[in-house]
């Protein structure tokens, strides 16, 4: 195991700030909401950008080409996201 190798941090999406990126965690899938969220495209590895927090929560999810739709969650469901900031 190499001792210089760091473990991505995995917070709440709402403690992410706005105009940060951040990939959707693995850890989500416990989450009774699971299912209703990977609908809208937050799956496990998926990347978004924060636009707006508070509620709702806006994101931007990112597609080949960039950035794709966005969607509002509530701060309830946004609490819920699991996501390893990027930079």
Do not use: F, K
Not at 4 to 33: K, N
């Amino acid at each position: 195991m190499n001792p210089q190798a760091v473990e991505p941090q995995i917070v709440p999406l709402t403690q992410v700030a706005r105009g940060r990126r951040a990939t959707v965690s693995d850890a989500m899938d416990d989450h009774e909401d699971a299912q209703v969220l990977r609908a809208m495209g937050l799956r496990p590895n998926a990347e978004l950008m924060v636009c707006r927090l508070g509620e709702p929560c806006i994101v931007a999810l990112a597609n080949q080409c960039g950035l794709g739709c966005r969607i509002g969650l509530s701060r309830r469901l946004a609490e819920c996201v699991m996501v390893s900031p990027c930079g």
